[in-house]
């Protein structure tokens, strides 16, 4: 091996073990985020464990190959200094799902009207994202606080692409973190997926490493 | 339908691909743009799937794909049709994308497509290629899929009736 090969290998390390950091404090917001959602539905909900991908922004869409799923997307982005971008993903039958346990559990109604689905889904949004971030914050003692929440019905890769132009518009890598909840014995697609700016997934790293050192 | 024997292959984001019929190009936009050239004559086709509007602007280190941009893919996709057979005179566009798919959010990035869809018209009338029909703009996105034989664009959404262009 010789000497630019060594200082590859301990780069590829380095970043191994950043991205380790990343899915383990991903992991923590995660499960809380899990715990909202099984609260929500009452029904249990357990995640995969996160998965981080670095790429260039086109090539996400096949990377998460979710490509022309109906999709409920709840949009938030970070406030103040991070730029970054959340998504709380689901297939859209599953999210008329969702809204219909709740309609039942939070309002004892068998239906909503469209206006009532849209706030239900949008509280859903805050109510998961939210317990996400603020698991987060408290183990890296970093406020991580999001906008109001955004949503839309369509294509999963028609709305990917608008926050990929984004990346590459800044001349970003897109940094994602995903992690997908599962519905005990169904098969069912919910995700939290977030697009990470350099600047915090670094003090992420920073704050997972000063943790871990002790 | 299409004929058994017709391959369906999907293109992602600035990627291109050019063929002889029979083939059916899919691809999936929102912001994007899907731009297709045929010559029905001879019978050849391709895609882009064009990401922003212009690479100059975009792109100062000169290390993206010209398919990623409106400016440089409309040439690039026009070449490609002519080295593969196509005639000049016989090659036809037509585009669907360009959607704002958060039309009450109000960050300038969401008007890329309407920039985008803007570029390639202008781009499209600078080299003489004529725009036969188009579906952009609006806030849904489109599954797209194109015969290369026939020039026809079918356009899926997720809420209206299967649209042919």
């Known amino acids: ?206 704050k997972g490493k000063a943790w871990l050192e002790g | 339908m299409y004929e058994e024997k017709e391959k369906k292959v999907r293109i992602g984001m600035a990627e291109m691909i050019v063929a002889r019929n029979p083939m059916i190009i899919t691809t999936t936009v929102g912001s994007c743009i899907a731009l297709c050239m045929y010559d029905s004559i001879n019978r050849i086709g391709g895609m882009v799937h064009i990401v922003l509007p212009k690479k100059e602007d975009f792109d100062k280190k000169n290390l993206d794909p010209v398919q990623k941009y409106a400016d440089t893919a409309v040439p690039a996709l026009y070449s490609a049709l002519i080295s593969k057979g196509a005639k000049k005179e016989c090659i036809k566009a037509k585009m669907a994308g360009g959607a704002n798919m958060f039309p009450k959010f109000t960050h300038p990035i969401l008007k890329i497509g309407m920039d985008n869809a803007n570029a390639v018209r202008e781009k499209l009338a600078e080299l003489g290629i004529p725009l036969a029909a188009e579906d952009t703009g609006g806030n849904h996105g489109r599954i797209i899929e194109f015969e290369v034989g026939s020039g026809t664009m079918k356009i899926n959404t997720i809420n209206k009736k299967e649209r042919k262009i």
């Open chain 1, 1 to 206: 091996m010789n000497g630019e090969n060594v200082e590859g290998y301990e780069k590829d390390l380095e970043k191994d073990m950043e991205n380790e950091i990343l899915r383990e404090i991903g992991s923590i917001g995660a499960g809380h985020a899990a715990t909202a959602l099984s609260e929500l539905i009452q029904e249990k909900i357990s995640i995969t464990f996160p998965e981080i991908y670095v790429a260039r922004p086109e090539e996400i869409p096949k990377v998460l190959g979710l490509h022309e799923m109906p999709s409920v997307v709840v949009y938030k982005k970070l406030q103040e200094g991070y730029d970054c971008d959340i998504l709380l993903v689901f297939e859209k039958e599953e999210a008329d799902k969702i809204v219909s346990t709740m309609a039942k559990n939070t309002f004892g109604m068998e239906e909503l009207d469209k206006e009532m689905k849209k706030s239900a889904i949008e509280e859903i949004g805050n109510i998961v994202i939210g317990s996400f971030l603020s698991a987060m914050s408290n183990f890296i003692d970093m406020e991580l606080l999001p906008t109001p929440p955004i949503h839309v019905t369509d294509i999963f890769d028609a709305v990917l692409d608008i926050f990929l132009a984004k990346l590459c518009l800044q001349n970003r890598k897109a940094i994602v973190f995903q992690t997908c909840f599962k519905r005990e014995e169904e098969k069912i697609y919910g995700a939290v997926i977030i697009f990470l700016s350099e600047e915090l997934r670094d003090e992420l790293v920073r």
